[in-house]
């Protein structure tokens, strides 16, 4: 009896060997390449196993016939497989695909910078744009520090890629902004109306930019407000230059916020200290302030409404350059102001709307007055050229008035489509000379746009744009597509192409509306390689010109215009930041090399602009000691000296180049630098920061280009009202430790 027991226990697990089935194989992605640690397993059963680091997997089963083999990883759509287990081995082969996910997708970066609070890393936040030395938080100031941008100093806007400063426009929540800048001043750059700190998000589009939005030839700065704040606080601010005081409110449900703001510019005590090369008659002054209120929906959504307004006035006198004794006095008193109206909402099903409305509206009064060295107003009867550009008047009004629609749905995975449409009504009337110049416009713009992700490592962006000038009478179709492609760990390659149109400026509408839309074809390449703490990225690109502006002499101080105008850009931007070689320590550095050529405007023929250097480069660096509360942020800048020219009339009643050179070399070594006292105090009620910043530290004589008298015979260089700008200030914060805005969280 012993022995029969003993066989019947040792023949028990052959027997189940031999009436099992081996299953075994390997899993590989669509790539062929192997996954570690995927699950299989015979569905309804206990039977499977894993991966090993090679892909590969083996089990025993002793399940009969047919069964559902499953495949599931993370980050993969799970496999079922049906088998047929009859005792003889299986071997197999599994294909995952992997699942489309937002995170792991890869993004389109060609033409775009994106920067904020998104859930990729960023290339600038707001906070960045605040604490880089020389921005003194303006915006344009911090991206002038990317490539593709020129070191432009004597007028205001983003030069980007060849453009001109008119042709990058700047939206809110998805509308345009008609007057981002303030009002201008004769070669002085006005800096920018807008807090970085009113934006969660900033995408800087140096070319092929979204179907969603249209009228910038070159550039698209796309800001995104911030919906709620974290909590309800007080805030106030005082310099040598400003003073402020400002609150906003959440509510105790926190499903809904309001805020106000005023601000008063005074720069009298400054001019005294730090002597100007203008000579101002008018103390430069300004009143601003905003209100707004934010509230979340039943479904998720939110709306938000922002209003500024802003009044200044100055005048200052420079040295007539048309003669030894006498001066040019230039005044101006601006009103801007500005709304903004949006709505974003889940309307279910997958599918999201977004609405948003605009009004503004900018009323400059500008006097220009020739003097005696009395200041005294001197007249010049007969004299056209003194008359039409010395003595004169202007009182201007500019309203724009816009609604616009963007629907989006959901297809297949995270492929979407979006579509919708915009209207603009917009109003100019310029008074000058007596002359009343007067333009009317209904804008309408029709677009549509997919993102197609074919994989995690494949994706592309169609869209097509129509847009149709009531002013102009005039409509066209702009087509944009747009390709990236995941060649590794973090990398990408991308390549975009577009079509973008914009209306010719209204100075030049003034005097002939039967010309047309601009027209710039752009074409980029871009490979990036970006986790959070390094980002490489190297793009080229290439821009046609088609249908600029030219602008050929007439008689009585006149001109024609028309669309003959054309031109290209070329060149390479180069862009390095890295967080995490040096610890505490954060730089980025940039490069661009530009080509470009233009035949447009008063051009004799195809010149290199005098707004664009050849080589621009920019070093940023910044680090916060915790151990004394304290950061200190430098930039340096260097750009190549960039072309001037003297046009003038001919015998012939044709332009030509009178004279011509290069300015010198841009070089700017600008520091900042915070103290924040309140770091480390638990307790603390008040939250403080002192700030302190200097431009040009080294005092570089700049040249932005030259000036000329009318006969050509006396040119002066254009240059800053002084060689260096000094601020300090103290930012004091109740209710929200504002001190750690201080610190780049990603350090």
Known sequence: MRTLILLIIISLPVNLLISQTRVSGRVIDNKGKPIAGASLSLKQTYDGTVTDSTGKFSFRSTEKGKQVLVASNIGYNPVEQLIDLQNTPLDMEIVLKEKLDELRAVMVTAGSFAAGDSKRAAVMSSLDIATTAGSNADITAALKTLPGTQQVGEQEGLFVRGGAGYETKQFIDGTLVNNPYFSSVPDIASRGRFSPFLFKGTVFTTGGYSALYGQALSSALLLESIDLPGKSEVNASISPLFLGLGTQQLAKNKKSSWGVNYGYVNVGVYFKLVKQTPDYFKTPQFHN???????????????????????????????????????????????????NLSWRENLGKEWKMNLGAGYSTNKDNISQQVQDQSNQPKHFPGNMYYMQNKNFDLQRRQDLSQVKAVFEKKIIGISAIRFGGEFWHSYDKTVIHDSLYKLIDNYTALFAESDVFLTNDLAAK??????YSALLNKSDIAPRLSLAYKTGKDAQVSLAYGIFYQKPENSQLYYSTAIGMTKASHYIINYQ??????????????????????????????????????????????????????KNFDYWVSYSYIDTRRDYLNYPGKLQPNFVANHTASVVMKRFYTQIKSGFNFTYTYATGRPYYNLMVNNNNKYIIADQGKTKSFNSLNFSAEYVPSIGKQNAKTFIVLFASMTNVLGANQVFGYNYSYNGMYKEPVTPPSKRFYFIGCFLSWGVDRSQDAINNNL
């Open 529 to 582: 390689k970006m986790n959070h703490d390094r980002i490489f990225r190297v793009e080229a690109y290439y821009k046609k010109y088609d249908d600029l502006i030219k602008i050929f002499p007439a008689a009585n101080f006149t001109a024609i215009y028309n669309n003959s105008g054309n031109g290209d850009a070329k060149g390479i931007d180069v862009f390095w930041r890295d967080k995490k070689s040096i």
């Open 462 to 467: 169609l869209g097509v744009r129509f847009e």
């Open 289 to 339: 302030g905003d209100v707004n209120f934010r509230f979340k929906t039943k479904k998720g959504g939110i709306v938000k409404f922002y209003s500024t307004f802003a009044n200044g006035n100055l005048g200052l006198r420079r040295p007539d350059i048309d003669s030894l004794n006498l001066k040019d006095a230039f005044s101006l008193t601006n009103y801007n102001w500005y709304n």
